[in-house]
């Protein structure tokens, strides 16, 4: 099967959070989600780099490099634990080095860090950045 490099890169992610996460909502993107306030969640967006071609010829090796993004949110005034908590689990699940395929596309983790929380619209939410890539021949 053709390796199709965005729909693969995404649904390689997006399968990883949910075997990790198979209790905890997660808001895909471009799906409606509404969330129940109290109850934590995850929102998963793919931020891809520029790719880069590798090697020359009609069929190349290329990479694909880029952030996963995934936000943690958690009820708002309960304190910055459960929400780093959450970031923590997050980070744990894809570890640095963590290789793992989809359709023939390996997909590489190189590093996962929490960022800041921020308080909004009744929640706190932790960003977990997951930096990837990949190559795949074109």
Known sequence: MTIV???????????????????VPIAWENVGYTPDLGTAYL?????PAEPS???LGSTPYQERRGIF???????????????KTGAANVVAA??????FIYNGLTVIIDKTWPGPGI??????????SIQYHCVYKG
């Open 69 to 83: 993004q995934v936000s943690c949110f958690y009820p708002a005034l309960a304190g910055w634990g459960p929400a």
């Open 5 to 23: 490099p965005d729909y693969d890169l995404q649904a390689a992610l997006n399968d990883r959070l949910n075997d990790e996460f198979p209790l």
């Open 119 to 128: 308080s909004q619209d009744g929640w706190y939410m932790v960003p977990v």
């Open 53 to 55: 071609i590798l090697t």
């Open 94 to 99: 894809f570890p640095a080095t963590l290789q």
């Open 43 to 47: 929102a998963a967006h793919l931020l």
